[in-house]
T-cell receptor, first 114, second 109 residues
Framework: IAGITQAPTSQILAAGRRMTLRCTQDMRHNAMYWYRQDLGLGLRLIHY???????GKGEVPDGYSVSRANTDDFPLTLASAVPSQTSVYFCASSESDRGSSGYTFGSGTRLTVV | GQNIDQPTEMTATEGAIVQINCTYQ??????LFWYQQHAGEAPTFLSY????GLEEKGRFSSFLSRSKGYSYLLLKELQMKDSASYLCASNGGYNKLIFGAGTRLAVHP
């Protein structure tokens, strides 16, 4: 079934540890995104990539990094986790950067930093 | 600045009609999206408006007024399974969607 796979589903992480959230899509979508979702704040864009080899910063990029070595994979790395990074993280993709196609979302990663 | 406003919570009765409003202010505009999100699940695409007017898709319709920075999602013949959060999102350019905090809809028998 075509779609986006995120791993892990959930994780409890000690503060100060490094963590990479994985995201893989098999739809050959050019654009990919990472959002975090917090109660009362909605989805906020962390980083995005319009095509393989390029990335950009979203609304809340601090403490996070991404890479886009190929079309399918878009991992998100927390270099040194802090409790404020406790959130649900969603990866998404779209066919193009032109807007009308909408996003397909992964099922999310629930991260707790203690 | 970028701002998307929508009500936090709404309740409605099974079989009824409900309208969820959204106002937006974004630095660019390339369309307005509505997503549905059930608790603990990923958002799923409902509708997209880029021109003024009403787009109808089965029991769901979405309206856009670009001059007023206003959209609404209309849900008809409500069913219990429609209990979910509804997210309004503006495409501010390069398909980077700016989301509102979501409206939590509870449908009661």
């Amino acid at each position: 079934i075509a779609g986006i796979t995120q791993a892990p589903t959930s994780q409890i992480l000690a503060a100060g540890r490094r963590m990479t959230l994985r995201c893989t899509q098999d739809m050959r979508h050019n654009a990919m995104y990472w959002y975090r979702q917090d109660l009362g704040l909605g989805l906020r864009l962390i980083h995005y990539s319009n095509t393989a080899g390029t990335t950009g910063k979203g609304e809340v990029p601090d403490g996070y990094s991404v890479s886009r070595a190929n079309t399918d994979d878009f991992p998100l790395t927390l270099a040194s986790a802090v409790p404020s990074q406790t959130s649900v993280y969603f990866c998404a993709s779209s066919e193009s950067d032109r807007g009308s196609s909408g996003y397909t979302f992964g099922s999310g990663t629930r991260l707790t930093v203690v | 600045g970028q701002n998307i406003d929508q009500p936090t919570e709404m309740t409605a009765t099974e079989g009824a009609i409900v309208q969820i409003n959204c106002t937006y202010q974004t630095s660019g505009f390339n369309g307005l999206f509505w997503y549905q999100q059930h608790a603990g699940e990923a958002p799923t695409f409902l509708s997209y408006n880029v021109l003024d007017g009403l787009e109808e898709k089965g029991r769901f319709s979405s309206f856009l007024s670009r001059s007023k920075g206003y959209s609404y999602l209309l849900l008809k013949e409500l069913q219990m399974k429609d209990s979910a959060s509804y997210l309004c999102a503006s495409n501010g350019g390069y398909n980077k969607l700016i989301f509102g905090a979501g409206t939590r809809l509870a449908v009661h028998p």
